[in-house]
C-alpha cells in the first residue's frame, strides 16, 4: 500500500510538504511538561515521522481510517502498539497504557475542519491533563480562537479557550501542499496551559453565559441573556456591552453577578 485514498467524509487533506510538517512537529516547545504526545489523525505519517524522531516524549496515533491505520503499521513500526484505532471525539485517557493514562499529555495533529472545534471542547475537557496543543485549523478558525477581545472574530471558542490556555497564531499554511488541496488557508496555532486550575466563579454557569451572549453578539449582553438567566435586577455596566467586547475576567465577573441576582 503506497498510498491511502483521503476520504471526504472524514474531512482528510493530506500534508505532502516536509519542511512544514517538521516546523509543525517543532512547535512543541513546553516538552519538559509531559512524557506522551497524541497525533490525532495522523493519516500517511508526514507529521508522524518528526514525532517519532523526538526521544523525550512517547508518540501515540488516534486514527479511524482504517486505510491510514494499515498504511502507519506498514510504514512505522516504531509506533508498534501505539496505534489507537478509534474516534478522538470519544476521547477518555483510559485509552492509554495504565501507566500512563492520567499523566500529562500533549496533543498535535492536522485536524480535519469539519472536527476541529469539537476537538478543542474535548481538549477543554481534559484541560488540567494537557499542557500543550499544536494544531492546524482552517486559518479563519485558528484565527478566531487566538483572537483578543473587540475583534469580531472573537467567539465563544475563544473566550472559553483563553480562559485556560495562552493562545499563539504562528504561521499560515497555503493549500497547495496538502492532497487534496483544501478551498481555503490554513493557520498553525499553539495553546499553552495557563495558571488557572479553575475560574473563579460557577464554571458551568460562565460557559452558559459566554454561549448565551454569543448566540446573538449583536445585541448588547442585558438582550442576549435575558431569555435565558434572570439579569432585570443586575445594574452592571457590562450588561450594556456585546460579548464580544468582554474579557475572560469580564465573563467571570458578569456570572457572580448573575449567581447573587438569581439567589
Not at 498535535?108 to 496543543?133: A, C, D
Request: with cysteine; charged share 25%.
Amino acid at each position: 500500500m503506497a498510498f491511502v485514498s483521503p476520504k471526504k467524509h472524514l474531512g482528510q487533506h493530506f500534508l505532502k510538504d516536509e519542511n512544514i510538517a517538521k516546523k509543525i512537529a517543532g512547535s512543541l516547545k513546553n516538552k519538559e511538561g509531559y512524557k506522551t504526545v497524541i497525533e490525532v489523525g495522523p493519516g500517511m505519517g508526514v507529521l508522524t515521522k518528526y514525532l517519532l524522531q523526538e526521544k523525550g516524549f512517547e508518540t501515540f496515533a488516534i486514527e479511524i481510517d482504517r486505510e491510514s491505520v494499515a498504511f502507519l503499521k506498514k510504514n512505522f513500526q516504531q509506533l508498534e502498539n501505539r496505534i489507537i484505532e478509534k474516534d478522538f471525539l470519544a476521547f477518555t485517557p483510559d485509552w492509554l497504557p495504565a501507566a500512563i493514562s492520567h499523566q500529562p499529555l500533549a496533543i498535535i495533529g492536522n485536524f480535519p475542519y469539519n472536527i476541529s472545534t469539537q476537538i478543542l471542547f474535548k481538549v477543554l475537557e481534559y484541560r488540567n491533563q494537557i499542557p500543550e496543543v499544536v494544531g492546524m485549523f482552517q486559518k479563519e478558525v485558528a484565527e478566531r480562537i487566538a483572537s483578543p477581545p473587540g475583534n469580531k472574530t472573537y467567539g465563544i471558542l475563544s473566550v472559553l479557550l483563553q480562559a485556560f490556555y495562552k493562545i499563539e497564531y504562528l504561521f499560515t499554511v497555503n493549500p497547495q501542499v496538502f492532497i487534496p488541496p483544501p478551498h481555503v488557508k490554513s493557520g498553525v496555532i499553539r495553546l499553552t496551559r495557563n495558571h488557572v486550575q479553575k475560574l473563579d466563579c460557577d464554571e458551568e454557569l460562565f460557559f452558559k453565559v459566554v454561549k448565551a451572549g454569543f448566540n446573538q453578539r449583536r445585541k448588547t449582553l442585558r438582550n442576549s441573556l435575558g431569555s435565558m438567566l434572570k439579569v432585570q435586577g443586575l445594574k452592571s455596566e457590562l450588561l450594556t456591552k456585546r460579548a464580544e467586547q468582554l474579557t475572560v475576567n469580564d465573563f467571570v465577573e458578569l456570572t457572580n453577578e448573575v449567581v447573587r441576582v438569581q439567589h
